[in-house]
């Protein structure tokens, strides 16, 4: 069974950085897309960060490009999101999610998907 545990979240100032890690466990597939979705109160699910296991590519919503970093790191069955520049607007639960078998060119289709295995999100607030 697959399991993913988010952490890291926190309060942080406009302008300031966090960074949000994943743990995971019991992926069947060696190929496989790990990422970051979030939502807000009153918005929809937002996929924002996805990286590939087969090659390391990686992708992001353009709402978070140049301002957000995601990375894996399979020795220690991690992935991390570091988030800087954070707006107000950045505020929400963040979920770490993945989809064994799915090939590095499907990730922008990825982030617009909605996966089925989800880990407990962490909670982002951003203050003025």
């Known amino acids: 069974e697959v399991q993913l545990q988010a952490s890291g979240g926190g309060l942080v100032q406009a302008g300031g950085s966090l960074t949000l890690s994943c743990a995971f466990s019991?992926?069947?597939?060696?190929?496989?897309?790990i990422g970051w979705f979030r939502q807000a109160p009153g918005k929809g699910r937002e996929g924002i960060a996805g990286?590939?296991?087969?090659?390391?590519?990686?992708d992001y919503a353009d709402s978070v490009r140049g301002r957000f970093t995601i990375s894996s790191d399979n020795a220690d069955n991690t992935a991390h999101l570091q988030m800087y520049n954070l707006k107000p607007e950045d505020t929400a639960i963040y979920y770490c999610?993945?989809?064994?078998?799915?090939?590095?060119?499907?990730?922008?289709?990825?982030?617009?998907?909605?996966?089925?295995?989800w880990g407990q999100g962490t909670l982002v607030t951003v203050s003025s």
């Open positions: 990286i590939s296991s087969e090659d390391g590519t990686t």
């Open positions: 999610a993945v989809s064994p078998g799915w090939s590095p060119s499907l990730l922008r289709l990825w982030l617009l998907s909605s996966p089925n295995t």
């Open positions: 019991g992926f069947t597939f060696r190929d496989y897309i």
